[in-house]
């Protein structure tokens, strides 16, 4: 399972756009690439997944290079409530052994 | 996710005491797994089941036991409870069919203190 580096927390302010990235350089062949959100006191949740190229759905898009090293999850115009930690995980796509570092800490402020 | 339930939400116990965590799902699904979070730190798998007669050991599996009862239950015990086991334990399921990812459900997650 290839390891994924992201940065340790960031801070933005409502109506801006976030970008948080995700290193993933033993990224294997049919590795996909999937975010999960998680708020305080409650368990992850699904956002995005994909494997290349971009995918955008209705709460984030998701940009990933050629080489697929690394990836970086967007979120449009932020609000308050989209204060969460964000976790990066890579894997194929029956990979149940989901490895989850210590996540992103997004702070949004009005 | 109110499709997996986790019971109790809450629970602080003492030192050597066995302890039962539930889970129940109304998804369908038929793998399930059970994580636990320490602070500031992301979820370690602790068992994972991918139907009824199939239960298997994750990384962090030492001090704990699973039953899957059945489909909707997959049951998380601490024969004999210990402080480091003071942790959030989540609960989740989910349903590779379609050609379609693994994603992952969870559950509110229950928060276990042992004194």
């Known amino acids: 399972l290839a390891k994924t580096t992201q940065p340790i927390s960031m801070d933005s302010y409502e109506g801006q756009e976030v970008n948080i990235t995700c290193s993933h350089n033993?990224?294997?062949?049919?590795?996909?690439i999937t975010w999960y959100q998680q708020f305080p006191s409650q368990g992850p949740r699904f956002i995005i997944q994909?494997?290349?190229t971009k995918v955008t759905n209705e709460v984030a898009s998701l940009f990933i290079p050629a080489d697929r090293k690394s990836s970086t999850l967007s979120l449009p115009r932020v609000s308050l409530s989209d204060t969460a930690v964000y976790y990066c995980?890579?894997?194929?796509?029956?990979?149940?052994?989901?490895?989850f570092g210590s996540g992103t800490r997004l702070l949004v402020r009005p | 996710d109110a499709d997996v339930t986790q019971t109790p939400r809450n629970r602080i116990t003492k030192t050597g005491k066995r302890i039962m965590l539930e889970c129940s799902q109304t998804?369908?699904?038929?793998?399930m797994y059970w994580y636990r979070q320490d602070p500031g730190l992301g979820l370690r798998l602790i068992y994972y089941?991918?139907?009824?007669?199939?239960?298997n050991k994750g990384e962090i599996s030492d001090g704990y036991s699973v039953s899957r009862q059945a489909q909707a239950k997959f049951s998380l015990s601490l024969e004999s409870a210990i402080p480091n086991q003071t942790a959030l334990y989540f609960c989740?399921?989910?349903?590779?069919?379609?050609?379609?990812?693994?994603?992952?459900?969870f559950g509110p997650g229950t928060r276990l203190t042992v004194l």
């Open positions: 989740a399921t989910s349903d590779p069919t379609g050609g379609q990812s693994d994603t992952q459900y």
């Open positions: 033993n990224i294997a062949t049919n590795d996909y």
């Open positions: 994909g494997y290349k």
């Open positions: 995980l890579v894997g194929d796509l029956a990979s149940y052994k989901l490895i």
């Open positions: 998804k369908g699904h038929d793998r």
């Open positions: 089941s991918f139907d009824v007669k199939d239960i």
